[in-house]
Each structure stands twice: as structure tokens, then as C-alpha cells.
């Protein structure tokens, strides 16, 4: 996690993920409210923002995860798998995010309420 190499590792992996996972929920709530291509940009416009922003969010813990490990001293492997989880869970929020965001942009640019 820490470190200077060059190697990309699971953990960034995952985080990448919350982006696409944005991006798919929005996607699908104005594929659904069938907005056209305006609905379709203001879609990707909520997820570019969404998306990286949970992914900060989750990292931020995760590494505050390890890094209360490190200094307890207590670092073990059921810390990393607490810092993986916190991050697989906000891939699934940036979803569900992008998905509501989505909703509520639609609805204020005058697109029906999308599902």
C-alpha cells in the first residue's frame, strides 16, 4: 500500500473500480429514464464527480485502517482484509450513488423520475 514502487497492487485495483461502478449507475438510471443524449452527459457528469470522490473517501480510510494497525503494532492479516472490505463496500456505494445522484439530477433537469 505504502511505498514507492511501481508494481499495481490489488488495493489499487479497487480503487479504480469506483469509478466505472459510478458510471455504470448512472448510466443505467438514464438508459432507463431514456433522457437522450443530454440525460446521457449529465449522467456521466454526476458519475466523473461521484465516482472519484468516493473512491477518496474509502482510500482514505482504508489507509487509516493500516495505519492504526501499524501503530498499535497490532498489524495483522484481519487488518488489510478490514481496509479491502471498507473498499469493496464503497465500490458498492459509488454505485448506489451514482445511481441516486443520477435520479436527482434527471429530475431537476426536468426528466422523469428514472425507475
Known amino acids: 500500500m505504502h511505498g514507492k514502487s511501481s508494481n ?3 488495493w489499487d485495483l479497487m480503487t479504480i473500480l469506483h469509478l466505472p461502478a ?8 438514464a438508459r432507463v429514464a431514456r433522457a437522450g443524449s443530454g440525460g446521457l452527459s449529465l449522467a456521466i457528469f454526476v458519475a466523473l464527480v461521484i465516482g472519484p470522490a468516493v ?8 489507509n487509516a485502517v493500516i495505519e ?6 497490532s498489524v495483522s492479516e484481519r487488518s488489510f482484509w478490514y481496509a479491502y472490505g471498507l473498499v469493496a463496500a ?11 445522484g443520477t435520479r436527482l439530477v434527471l429530475h431537476l433537469a426536468a426528466y422523469d423520475w428514472a425507475v
Not at 22 to 29: E, F, K, Y
Not at 55 to 62: D, L, M, N
Not at 90 to 100: D, H, Q, S
Request: glycine share 22%.
Open 8 to 10: 499495481v497492487s490489488l
Open 90 to 100: 464503497g465500490v458498492i456505494a459509488a454505485g448506489a450513488l451514482g445511481v441516486l
Open 22 to 29: 459510478a458510471i455504470g449507475g448512472a448510466l443505467s438510471v
Open 68 to 73: 492504526r494497525g501499524l501503530r498499535d503494532g
Open 55 to 62: 473512491a477518496v473517501c474509502s482510500r482514505k480510510i482504508g
